[in-house]
Antibody
C-alpha cells in the first residue's frame, strides 16, 4: 500500500525559506520509472505543479518558480524534500506530494496516482 | 508556456451524462490525465493516458483526447460525483494543470 505524508511548518514569515518533507512508504524511489512530485493549491484556487524528482535523481521544476525551488531525495529514509526560498503571502497554499510511475525522461505517462493529505502553509508576518 | 483551458463550471442532472473539456494546443499529441477533488480532500486520479481508469474508479468515468481537446465523460452521473475536476498534461518535461471545472449535480 502506497502512502505519502507531507510535513513542515504551518506558518512562515515573508522572505523566509520553506522546507517541506514528503515521507512515503510502499514503494522505493530507487525503482526505475518512479517519481515523486510536489503540487500546491492556494485556498479556493487551482492546482499548481511545482517540481518532480525521478528515481535516477533527474529533476524538473515549474518554469515560473524554478529559481526559488530545490527538490532532493533521501532514498534510505524514503523522503523527498522541497525547499522554496523568499516566501511571500501569495505562496500561502496547501502543499501536496504525489507518487508517479511509468516515468521516462520527459513524462510520467501513468499520472500522479497517489497523493498525500496535504499540508497548509501560511505566509504571514 | 503551455496552457490547458477548462470551463469553470458544468452542471448536470442526476443520471445524465456530464462532459468536461480541456483545451490545449495539439493536446491530442500528448497524454491527458484527469483528477477529481472533493472539498477538503486530496485529488484522486480518475483517468490516465487519455482513457484508462485506475483500479477502483467506476466504469462511468471515461476519457478521450483528440486534436486540441481532451474530454472527461461521466455517464449516469451520481450525486457523489459532484467535485472539482482538473485535467493535466506534460509539456517540455514539466507538468501542466488546467484551471479546474466545478461539476454540480442538480
Amino acid at each position: 500500500q502506497i502512502t505519502l505524508k507531507e510535513s513542515g511548518p504551518t506558518l512562515v514569515k515573508p522572505t523566509q525559506t520553506l522546507t517541506l518533507t514528503c515521507t512515503f512508504s510502499g514503494f522505493s524511489l530507487s525503482t526505475g520509472g518512479v517519481g515523486v512530485g510536489w503540487i500546491r493549491q492556494p485556498p479556493g484556487k487551482a492546482l499548481e505543479w511545482l517540481a518532480l524528482i525521478y528515481w535516477n535523481d533527474d529533476k524538473r521544476y515549474s518554469p515560473s518558480l524554478k529559481s526559488r525551488l530545490t527538490i532532493t531525495k533521501d532514498t534510505s529514509k524514503n523522503q523527498v524534500v522541497l525547499t522554496m526560498t523568499n516566501m511571500d503571502p501569495v505562496d500561502t497554499a496547501t502543499y501536496y506530494c504525489a507518487h508517479s510511475r511509468g516515468c521516462s525522461s520527459t513524462s510520467c505517462r501513468l499520472g500522479l496516482d497517489y497523493w498525500g493529505q496535504g499540508t497548509l502553509v501560511t505566509v504571514s508576518s | 508556456s503551455y496552457e490547458l483551458t477548462q470551463p469553470p463550471s458544468v452542471s448536470v442532472s442526476p443520471g445524465q451524462t456530464a462532459s468536461i473539456t480541456c483545451s490545449g494546443d495539439k493536446l491530442g499529441d500528448r497524454y491527458a490525465c484527469w483528477y477529481q477533488q472533493k472539498p477538503g480532500q486530496s485529488p484522486v486520479l480518475v483517468i490516465y493516458q487519455d482513457n484508462k481508469r485506475p483500479s477502483g474508479i467506476p466504469e462511468r468515468f471515461s476519457g478521450s483526447n483528440s486534436g486540441n481537446t481532451a474530454t472527461l465523460t461521466i455517464s449516469g452521473t451520481q450525486a457523489m460525483d459532484e467535485a472539482d475536476y482538473y485535467c493535466q498534461a506534460w509539456d517540455n518535461s514539466t507538468v501542466v494543470f488546467g484551471g479546474g471545472t466545478k461539476l454540480t449535480v442538480l
